[in-house]
């Protein structure tokens, strides 16, 4: 059984930067990738960022402009997610998943879930 955790979430105002980082603990078997998602405001989660851990290679939502920046310890199987320049829109619930699927690229490919943690931006 795979747990995971986010943290870091809080109230920032515009323009500000927050730092969310995830762990996972449990019995892992493997892990291919690990993300970040937002709960959105549709059906499904909206994709920020994920991050091969087999070779690094980030993927980036092109909303987000450079904005944010995904990275990991794989040692600590934890992924953490630096935000800057916050804007209102941000606001979410955000979201860390991880799959042990090779090919992955849709959200119903990441198997385990966090609870969510809420980050707010705002005046």
């Known amino acids: 059984q795979v747990q995971l955790v986010e943290s870091g979430g809080g109230l920032v105002h515009p323009g500000g930067s927050l730092r969310l980082s995830c762990a996972a603990s449990?019995?892992?078997?493997?892990?291919?990738?690990m993300g970040w998602f937002r709960r959105g405001l549709g059906h499904e989660r909206d994709f920020v960022a994920a991050?091969?851990?087999?070779?690094?290679?980030?993927y980036y939502a092109n909303s987000l402009k450079g904005r944010f920046t995904i990275s990991r310890d794989s040692a600590k199987n934890a992924v953490f997610l630096q935000m800057n320049s916050l804007k209102p829109e941000d606001t979410d619930v955000y979201y860390c998943?991880?799959?042990?699927?090779?090919?992955?690229?849709?959200?119903?490919?990441?198997?385990?879930w966090g609870r969510g943690t809420q980050v707010t931006v705002s005046s």
């Open positions: 998943a991880f799959t042990t699927k090779l090919n992955w690229g849709t959200v119903a490919d990441f198997d385990s």
């Open positions: 449990g019995s892992i078997s493997s892990i291919n990738a």
């Open positions: 991050i091969n851990w087999s070779n690094d290679r980030t």
